[in-house]
């Protein structure tokens, strides 16, 4: 079954729980479960459906429009775009080495290669946003919220913790935990992730 | 840069943070953004845009870069070397000094 994102709110904690791989296969079988592969193609439905309609109608690369004329990313739609930036910087005598975090790629590249990935950018940012948006805020609700409910299922705050908090501790450098505690890393890079 | 955004910085318990202006004229972003920051991490946050953290790290003699990946939240970290800067994006080829 090929997992993919649409505008339709899902839920798939639990996912990541045995290290990267792991987390990358059980979130991609866990939203092809229950993301609707009935949905019509091209509704632009649900939570991120705005986004996706405006994102299709601004595009100007061909293989972008291809992605989002449905209505929905795939997992294998975002692995070939982050591919397209891959090739696209090694075009341009750049290596770019991608890294799977938390079911995201970050990516890292030796030497200032900043022009290079500014002028491959527009091949894939959309798309791993978008993409990266939904996998980690399904419901497309306020992110703030999203991060402080993962921060207390994670027990790093407590019940009353809120994000009207957060955000004033995080604006003021006050939080009452470590920037670097894994779980805080976690919950920032895709709240969604189980510890 | 094609940005330039209003910036104000603190810096409290070895950590700092930088409150970006709205910024929706880049790229559809909704709301304000911020970029916090150590010397091994950098996170970029602005709602509805695709922005991306990045760090930059000296060792081996070479500058490494290491970018988080796009979206509304963006982390990444890195311990090797040392710091030579981090990095909040605000747009295509925008990049912010944090």
């Known amino acids: ?195 | 840069m094609r940005l330039r955004a209003f910036v104000s910085s603190l810096a409290l318990a070895g950590a700092s943070v930088a409150l970006v202006a709205p910024v929706a004229h880049a790229d559809g972003c909704t709301g304000q953004g911020y970029g916090y920051t150590n010397s091994t991490y950098s996170v970029s946050y602005s709602p509805g845009c695709n922005t991306q953290a990045r760090i930059d790290r000296y060792y081996g003699g070479v500058v490494h870069q290491y970018y988080g990946s796009w979206g509304s939240t963006s982390y990444v970290y890195n311990a090797n070397g040392y710091n030579a800067g981090n990095y909040f994006r605000l747009g295509p080829s925008a990049w912010m000094r944090i």
Not at chain 1, 187 to 193: R, S, T, V
């Open chain 1, 1 to 195: 079954m090929d997992a993919h994102l649409t505008g339709m709110a899902g839920s798939f904690r639990g996912a990541f729980t045995r290290g990267p791989l792991v987390a990358v296969l059980g979130m991609a079988a866990l939203l092809g479960g229950c993301s609707g592969s009935e949905e019509k193609a091209g509704d632009f439905e649900g939570p991120y459906g705005s986004e996706l309609r405006a994102a299709y109608e601004s595009a100007s690369d061909p293989a972008v429009r291809a992605v989002l004329e449905d209505g929905r990313i795939t997992r294998a739609e975002y692995d070939a775009a982050l591919q397209r930036f891959v090739a696209c910087a090694a075009d341009r005598g750049v290596t770019v080495t991608l890294e799977e975090a938390y079911g995201l790629y970050t990516f890292s590249t030796v030497g200032d290669a900043t022009e290079v990935l500014d002028a491959c950018s527009p091949h894939v940012e959309t798309i791993a946003a978008l993409y990266g948006r939904m996998l980690t805020n399904p419901d497309n609700r306020d992110m703030d919220e999203v991060v402080v409910e993962c921060l207390r299922r994670a027990e790093v705050v407590s019940r009353d913790y809120t994000a009207e908090t957060w955000v004033a501790d995080r604006d003021a450098g006050t939080q009452p935990f470590s920037m670097d505690a894994p779980a805080v890393i976690r919950c920032l890079m895709n709240p969604q992730a189980e510890g």
